[in-house]
């Protein structure tokens, strides 16, 4: 079974940083892309940040130059450090599986999402 388990949100001041995990299990961590996507209240699904299958990671224009997603593989771990947050950051994010090694052809699993707050 496929599972992905973010954590990390919590509540923060501008200008903060937060670093949000996603454990997943069920699947070959190291084969697939993943992503980060987020929702703000009232808002749709926007995509944040990705790793396609032994590629460099892709951002957001939002985010570029104060977030960083990463991977470890030996620990099925999907991490976001993120810094310099702004009160637009505010959102759940969520931990999502591509149905290959490129997220731009779509997420198949996601996690339950981990809810970040920050604060003006």
């Known amino acids: 079974e496929v599972q992905l388990v973010e954590s990390g949100g919590a509540l923060v001041q501008t200008g903060g940083s937060l670093r949000l995990s996603c454990v997943v299990s069920g699947f070959t961590f190291s084969t697939y892309a993943m992503s980060w996507v987020r929702q703000a209240p009232g808002k749709g699904l926007e995509w944040v940040s990705g790793f396609n299958s032994g590629d460099s990671p892709y951002y957001v224009e939002s985010v570029k130059g104060r977030f960083t997603i990463s991977r470890d593989n030996a620990k099925s771990t999907l991490y976001l450090q993120m810094n310099s947050l702004k009160p637009e950051d505010t959102a759940i994010y969520y931990c999502?599986?591509?149905?290959?090694?490129?997220?731009?052809?779509?997420?198949?699993?996601w996690g339950k999402g981990t809810r970040v707050t920050v604060s003006s």
């Open positions: 999502a599986k591509s149905n290959d090694g490129y997220y731009q052809h779509g997420m198949n699993y």
